[in-house]
């Protein structure tokens, strides 16, 4: 049954809050003062229809928009959309009792996306191939994706074609990851599985007729045609096949920009959670710097990438899992400054080392505004003060932010404290 609801304010993951007498109601695509037609389901809803439309209300640019999962603010004017991420991240961090100066929102979008993934599946005879809708298994085909890079446009969905087209016949569900590089693309496909020689011989030929730089098969690589190099300050880094890489190359740059500026004054720095280098290698142009990371190709991708760069300072790199063996006090002691750029999940066991160590900055790196704050709080609970917060939007038409704070030591409080 279709109910009317007026729109009270906007959640954290952009769906609009209506105030019902069975309590909140989360629409997915609905704007504060407005008036609309919904379908329920429990707490949340289907939007069917925009009775009394926001000023604030934009036509999105997409043509999938309204059945994609992919993107979930295009109908919101720029003005509002920045000014609605701002505030989530204010919010975020009053829940955490934090006080500290908020940034201006930096645009981080550039060209768009350099890595999208997109999905192929067999719910019937035929296949499928596009993205999610929302809250749903079910994929919303498409012919390109204007959000994503331009060489990536049009070709990733071709790509995710014609790859799903030569393991039909095990008729499982692909997740198939594709990023724009320096040398063409370099995709990587989950969800098959181990795959028979013939099938790895085709996929061979297949790489050459798409004139793919890389092929691989959950990080297996099948076929690597040309080293597919990501530029990275001076260097260029082949990145492991399927790892980490940061949505945007702005989003990157910038993210560099604003650690790099961070640790200007430091001598010996500790990159942790640092993937294959983006910040390490950035650093190294003026600095010494140990990385860490778990993922061991990625250590080996940055060690490979330093030693061909000329010109830069040292960095030594180490396979470690954080999370598990944090860095200790006489490790963290050995250093002036700390950049942590963790997952989702955050640093927490990282920050408690950090809390009681002597280094006197950290620079706080998250995609999450939630474990930012938490470890943030463990950190300002020690001594530390956040000066800084800076909100990074790579993740542009998404309820996705990073945020970069920068935490220094308070000399003065830490000697009450002893």
């Known amino acids: 049954m279709a109910d009317q609801v007026v729109i009270k304010r906007l959640g954290a993951k952009a769906d609009g809050i209506a105030e019902t007498a069975s309590g909140p109601v989360f629409v997915p695509k609905a704007l504060p003062g407005e008036t609309v037609t919904i379908e329920r389901n429990g ?3 289907d939007l069917i229809g925009v ?13 999938y928009y309204d059945e994609c999962g992919g993107c979930a603010t295009q109908h919101m004017k720029h003005g509002f959309y920045q000014a609605w991420k701002q505030e989530t ?19 981080a979008h550039g060209e768009g996306r350099r890595r999208v993934t997109l999905h192929v599946r067999f719910p019937d005879r035929a296949m499928h191939v596009g993205y999610m809708a929302a809250r749903s298994h079910q994929i919303v085909e ?9 060489a990536l446009k049009e070709h990733a969905p071709v790509i995710a074609r014609a790859v799903g087209e030569h393991l039909k016949s095990a008729r499982k569900p692909l997740d198939i990851q594709i990023t724009n590089t320096q040398t063409g693309f ?5 969800g098959h599985g181990p795959l028979k020689d013939a099938d790895r011989l085709g996929l061979i030929d ?48 910038t993210l560099a920009r604003l650690v790099t500026q961070a640790c200007e004054r430091a001598k010996r720095v500790a990159d942790l959670f640092s993937g294959s280098g ?13 990385a860490v990371e778990f993922d061991q190709g990625s250590m080996t991708a940055l060690d490979k990438a330093f030693r061909a760069t000329p010109g830069l300072r040292r960095i030594t790199t180490e396979t470690r899992d954080l999370f598990r063996r944090p860095l200790l006090l006489p490790e963290l002691n050995a250093f002036d400054a700390v950049v942590l750029d963790p997952p989702r999940a955050g640093a927490e066991a990282q920050a408690k080392q950090l809390a009681a160590s002597k280094v006197p900055l950290v620079v706080s790196v998250s995609c999450d505004a939630a474990t930012f704050a938490r470890d943030a709080a463990i950190l300002m609970g020690s001594g530390y003060r956040l000066e800084r917060v800076i909100p990074v939007d790579q993740f542009k038409y998404s ?11 308070d000399v003065a409080k830490m000697s009450r404290r002893k």
């Open 206 to 253: 297949l790489a050459a007729r798409l004139d793919l730089s890389r092929l691989s098969i959950h990080g297996d690589v099948i076929v690597e045609r040309r080293p597919p190099a990501i530029a990275m300050g001076r260097a260029s880094v082949v990145p492991p096949a399927g790892s980490f890489l940061q949505a945007t190359r702005l989003g990157e740059e």
């Open 278 to 290: 983006p910040f390490a290698i950035r650093l190294a142009e003026r600095l010494e710097v140990h």
């Open 51 to 63: 009775d009394v439309p926001s000023p604030e209300r934009e036509t999105p640019f997409c043509p």
């Open 186 to 190: 370099d995709v990587d496909v989950r």
């Open 399 to 409: 309820p996705h932010l990073e945020v970069v704070g920068i935490l220094r030591r």
């Open 89 to 107: 991240l204010a919010h975020t961090l009053r829940q955490a009792r934090i006080e500290a100066p908020i940034d201006p929102l930096i645009d």
């Open 43 to 45: 707490p949340r809803a």
């Open 142 to 150: 498409i012919a390109f994706c204007p959000i994503a890079e331009p």
